[in-house]
């Protein structure tokens, strides 16, 4: 156990980091499962919700904003949590690099 937690670990950090972040990023943009088996609006996930706003025309509009402005703003927030959690995760994937590569 003292060579996992010692050897293969910390050489499979960058591994474990791509893998979360693409677990993570596919969870977060799941359409599919929420669109297939919920059919209570009140527990669709924001992506449904953003589609439902955008494509639909789905935007309370008092006229004092525009609806595009409201769409573009809720595709921001959609994506900023990976824009926050990616520099953390970046330098596990320079460091997965950097292990791989043929060094003279």
């Known amino acids: 156990m003292g060579i996992f937690f010692k050897i293969v670990l910390p050489l499979s950090k960058?591994?474990?980091?791509?893998?979360?972040?693409?677990?993570?990023?596919t969870f977060w943009n799941d359409y599919t499962n929420f669109k297939i088996y919920i059919r209570t609006d009140k527990l669709y996930n924001f992506q449904i919700k953003?589609?439902?706003?955008?494509?639909?025309?789905?935007?309370?509009?008092?006229?004092?904003?525009?609806?595009?402005?409201?769409?573009?703003a809720s595709?921001?927030?959609?994506i900023l949590p990976f824009m926050i959690i990616y520099p953390f995760c970046q330098k596990y994937f320079v460091q997965g690099v950097n292990v791989g590569a043929v060094k003279e």
């Not at 960058?14 to 990023?25: D, K």
């Open 50 to 72: 953003l589609r439902n706003m955008v494509m639909d025309s789905n935007i309370p509009n008092d006229d004092s904003v525009d609806p595009n402005t409201i769409a573009n």
């Open 14 to 25: 960058a591994a474990l980091a791509s893998i979360g972040l693409m677990f993570a990023v």
């Open 75 to 78: 595709t921001v927030v959609a």
